[in-house]
């Protein structure tokens, strides 16, 4: 018999991962209202006195967090393929119990360094208000992260997907309304303000998780009071795999031992970019930059061009939180064809869906900056990255494949490796007077490319995998048709109206180039719908 506690509420790998795809789109694309306002409410300078702080919460929450999220969602899930939700409810206790203590201690050790961080580690000391604004969310976002890797692990993303979406806009209109507010007071206290916005919005989130953890708690009594007696087997009717014998460890050790080596993951890619910030506002002042001048690129950088190059990693930040759940199943199983499709569907996934992006911001880099931003300043630095942007949206399936399948030291060592490239090559080209901060883009995407090429090796060597290169072959020819197909309809074919439209249509027009060649060369197909069960309802 089924369970028939998980049977209500869990979704299929694809199921899930299109809820939290559908979520991640919906925030990506609110998101740039704050990329597009907050520029022109408190200038690139204000943008970068933000993202200089921000570094910061990473670390942070990193410390805070870090692996226990993945750890309760791991857990979780084994629990509830047993079919013991009351087992399920004290791994969440215990990982509140741990990340609420740890946010206390750290929220006391931000607010005693706070001007010692601003005056000393950066170059710009107007940082320290909005070190100061972040403080608020530490907690908050902890208790937020561990509710999310419980419904995660119970295979549930609509509350993730639901709490997200609404932490998104909650943001959106606090983040620009204190910018405004604080602005007469001066840039420093309008960029705290930002960070003051993305406070209330960690809240709005938080309180959504809470009320929905509330209702499933209520349904959960309901099915277990009219649950049949022969509920107790809920292998019954399945086909029985061998299981990986576990050691009968104390919750709390077990806990500790999954998120510490992904912590240390975690924390050097935290690390390596708060390294980065301070690196790169030093090594430009070396290059002769002015202080607010280097403020300003750097948040032209961070603030501007990465976050568009980042806009399909709602796809693969999807599939990453996707997989681990139903890849630690099937490793559980020791069920090695699962994990092979599961693998070969999230890698093919993040090809195909990220390619015709990195394919737009290449071609359509000057369009694209002025429209959004005003300005073709940062249009050079995305045309040169978004060639290597599908390095980025392939290393999220891998890393959160070597997390499921207990290899996170694996991924930590790869990170390292990359972390430490990219931090020696931004000292050594952002201070160079003809690099500048073209010096931290050319780091970022060797780092890029070489932690990306190690998680695969990693994975490959680990299970055997056999990878498919034909979709990558015919992945790039269908990007450099595209890019040759909305080249031709930018230049060539200009349209009555606004600098709006002809952008509009020609990447309409790529769009529809780009998935017919995918359906010529079989990348995908329609019969890939009736995979999505959901679907099958409205059809």
């Known amino acids: 018999m089924k369970n028939y506690n998980s049977t209500l509420r869990k979704q299929s790998f694809i199921q899930g991962t299109l809820i939290l795809l559908a ?64 087992k399920s409810r004290q791994i969440l206790r215990t990982g509140l119990a741990l990340t609420v203590g740890m946010a206390i201690l750290f929220t006391f050790i931000a607010l005693i360094s706070a001007s010692w961080v601003a005056t000393v580690l950066l ?32 295979q549930n993303m609509i509350p993730s997907a639901f709490s997200s979406v609404l932490e998104t806009i909650v943001r959106i209109l606090f983040m620009l309304w204190f ?69 009968n460890t104390p919750m709390l050790t077990r806990m500790l031992g999954i998120a510490i080596p992904v912590t240390a993951g975690r924390l050097v890619g935290s690390f ?14 070396l290059a002769g930059i002015a202080t607010a001048a280097a403020t300003s690129q750097y948040g032209n950088l961070q603030g501007m ?20 759940p139903s890849l630690s199943e099937a490793a ?50 995305l045309r040169l990255m978004a060639p290597f942007a599908l390095f980025l949206y392939v290393q999220a399936p891998l890393q959160a494949a070597l997390q499921a399948m ?12 990359g972390a430490v490239v990219k931090i020696i090559l931004i000292f050594t080209l952002a201070s160079r007077p003809e690099y500048g901060i073209y010096g931290a883009i050319i780091a970022i995407i060797i780092n890029s490319i070489l932690v990306t090429l190690l998680h695969g090796y990693s994975v490959v060597t ?38 709006w439209i002809q952008f509009l249509y020609a990447v309409a027009c790529g769009m529809a180039l780009y998935s017919s060649l995918c359906l010529l060369t079989g990348l995908f197909s329609l019969r890939d719908l009736d995979r999505l069960n959901f679907l099958k309802r409205w059809r």
């Open 272 to 285: 390596s970019y708060l390294l980065e910030s301070i690196i790169t506002a030093r090594s430009l002042a």
């Open 462 to 499: 680990q299970i055997s995998l056999r990878l498919r290169l034909s979709d990558l072959i015919k992945t790039v020819a269908a990007m450099i048709i595209t890019g040759a197909g909305v080249h031709y309809v930018y230049t060539a074919i200009p349209l009555s109206g606004t600098q």
């Open 123 to 154: 170059p710009d000391p107007r940082v320290y208000y909005v070190f100061i604004g972040m403080i608020p969310m530490l907690g908050i976002v902890a208790v937020s992260a561990v509710y999310r890797g419980y419904f995660q692990g119970r």
């Open 406 to 417: 207990d290899r996170p030291g694996r991924a930590l060592v790869n990170t390292l490796i």
């Open 23 to 86: 979520a991640g789109i919906i925030n990506r694309m609110l998101g740039f209202i704050p990329r597009i306002a907050l520029p022109r409410i408190i200038g690139s300078e204000g943008v970068g006195l933000y993202q200089l702080g921000y570094p910061f919460f990473l670390v942070l929450m990193t410390v805070i967090t870090g692996g226990i999220p993945l750890a309760i969602a791991k857990m979780v899930a084994e629990a509830e393929g047993e079919n013991r939700p009351d």
């Open 305 to 324: 061009v990465i976050p568009l190059l980042l806009l399909p990693g709602a796809l693969t930040s999807s599939l990453a939180v996707s997989l681990v």
């Open 179 to 247: 910018s405004w507010l604080l602005l007469p007071k001066g840039m420093a206290f309008a960029a705290a303000g930002a960070m003051l916005g993305v406070t209330v919005g960690e809240i709005a989130g938080m309180l959504a998780l809470l009320w929905q953890y509330y209702v499933i708690l209520q349904k959960d009594k309901k099915a277990g009071s009219s649950a049949p007696a022969e509920q107790a087997n809920p292998t019954d009717g399945m086909l029985t795999l061998p299981a990986v014998e576990r050691k």
């Open 332 to 381: 559980a199983r020791r069920d090695t064809p699962t994990i092979h499709k599961r693998l070969h569907q999230a890698l093919r996934l993040a090809l195909v869906t990220g390619a015709p992006f990195a394919v737009m911001m290449y071609i359509l880099a000057e369009p694209l900056c002025t429209l959004l931003y005003g300005n073709t300043d940062t249009a050079p630095m």
